[in-house]
């Protein structure tokens, strides 16, 4: 049997990062967008394909937040669960989208983290901590381009000594350290 590959999106903009909603139990669950991954398929491609198709966003990856072995399927698959971060164009879908989108919410960082200490939604630490990476990361990302755009013929000092930062891993160091707080103060885990 061939390996089941999973891919999720943070999906992010405007300081705001996506949600879906799923009912389990009688209880509102918090998940990252996710689909699997065909044959061919690459995981920018699978991850723009999930927000076109079902949400009618536009994205563009900004890099990989994680990767993870799933384990074995019911079925008896094996496979890897991989998280990117896509930026996409808009928090309404493109004028095209016809459907009816997922239940889904847009969350600041801010109310993401309220989410989890109030403990009344379902949103587990592991999705917590990628979409503060993912919204710490665009941030960075962001300021850096404005520091660009105004200062187009200086280089920054960390370039300089070629010693650039990785946004990605500066955002993941931020998000495990205000995740730790959070744990710290919920309790739960």
Request: with cysteine; proline share 3%; net charge neutral.
């Amino acid at each position: 049997a061939s390996p089941y590959h999973v891919v999720q999106v943070a999906a992010v903009n405007a300081g705001k990062a996506l949600l879906w909603e799923r009912k389990f139990h009688d209880k509102v669950r918090l998940m990252l967008p996710a689909t699997h991954l065909e044959a061919g398929d690459s995981i920018s491609f699978a991850a723009s394909r999930l927000l076109r198709a079902s949400m009618g966003l536009v994205g563009k990856q900004q890099g990989v937040l994680d990767v993870q072995h799933s384990g074995m399927t019911s079925c008896g698959l094996d496979g890897a669960v991989t998280t990117i971060a896509q930026k996409v164009a808009s928090l309404e879908p493109d004028k095209s989208f016809k459907s009816t989108p997922p239940t889904h919410r847009w969350c600041t960082a801010e109310e993401l983290e309220k989410i989890f200490k109030e403990n009344k939604l379902s949103l587990s630490k592991e999705t917590l901590h990628i979409l503060l990476a993912a919204l710490a990361a665009l941030k960075k990302v962001e300021l850096e381009s404005k520091e660009c755009g105004n200062e187009e013929n200086k280089e920054s000092s960390d370039t300089k000594k070629g010693n650039a930062d990785d946004p990605i891993k500066l955002a993941e160091a931020e998000s495990l350290a205000r995740l730790a707080q959070l744990i710290e103060i919920n309790g739960n885990f």
